[in-house]
């Protein structure tokens, strides 16, 4: 988890892990040594990349919201 991002710069880190996780998953497909498909390695790279993408930008951490306090109106 990187912490809280803004949207260009989230928008930017699922957008790069997606492009190596296909190349990955493209390279994997064109390798004769290991017997996958092309279209197989281009789906599982897509669904990796979809994957590390959201355990990049996504926060685990629950946040506890603070009670505020009441106000007393006197009248």
């Known amino acids: 988890m990187l912490g809280p991002l803004p949207t260009l710069h989230r ?4 957008l ?3 492009v190596v996780c296909v190349g990955i998953g ?11 498909n092309l279209r197989v390695g281009l789906l599982a ?6 994957a590390a993408a ?4 996504h926060d685990f951490h629950q946040r506890q919201a603070r009670p505020e306090r009441a106000r ?3 009248l």
């Open 72 to 74: 007393r109106r006197v």
């Open 16 to 18: 790069a892990a997606l």
């Open 54 to 57: 959201f355990v990049l930008v």
């Open 45 to 50: 790279g897509g669904a990796t990349g979809v």
């Open 26 to 36: 493209l390279w994997f497909g064109a390798m004769p040594e290991i017997p996958l």
């Open 11 to 14: 928008f930017v880190l699922v």
